[in-house]
């Protein structure tokens, strides 16, 4: 049994079109419309998803905390909303449309003195941590 690597064989799936292309009349006329047609009409789709995506951890990099509260009213009201009345749907979609009205898209400020207890909370935690491995 031939094993042949997948990168490679659709190397040559690709030097093939391109090479059927430029062997005909009209050197790549229908190459030149694949390009312009079905492949932009892909690579758009695949754009607006990426920027939806990163769009999507920037607004919830912001408010982590506020913005799983949201999402979590989000996945609730749809898998409620099939089998609860309308009257406690409606109620959680004011609950959800509150929240997201509250988002304040930003971390609380935190002082000095609370930062730094904070920071050495964390290097508590992580000594904790070492010492527990090292043994």
């Known amino acids: 049994m031939i094993l042949i690597d997948e990168p490679l064989m659709y190397a040559f799936v690709a030097f ?6 430029v ?9 030149i419309r694949f390009c312009e047609g079905p492949l932009m009409t892909f690579a758009n789709y695949i ?9 999507f951890f920037v607004w919830l990099s912001r408010n982590p905390a506020a913005a799983l509260r949201i999402k979590g009213k989000e996945v609730r009201l749809k898998v409620e909303k099939p089998v609860v009345p309308s009257k406690i749907v ?10 997201r009205r509250r ?3 930003e971390l609380p400020r935190l002082s000095l003195g609370a930062s730094i207890l904070l920071i050495l909370l964390f290097f ?3 000594l904790v941590l070492y010492l527990l491995s090292v043994h």
């Open 47 to 55: 754009d607006w998803n990426v920027m939806r995506l990163a769009g």
């Open 90 to 99: 409606e109620e959680h979609e004011r609950s959800l449309e509150e929240a």
């Open 23 to 31: 062997r005909r009349k009209e050197p790549g006329k229908w190459l």
């Open 103 to 105: 988002y304040t898209r």
């Open 16 to 21: 093939w079109i391109v090479w059927v292309a």
């Open 124 to 126: 508590l935690i992580y």
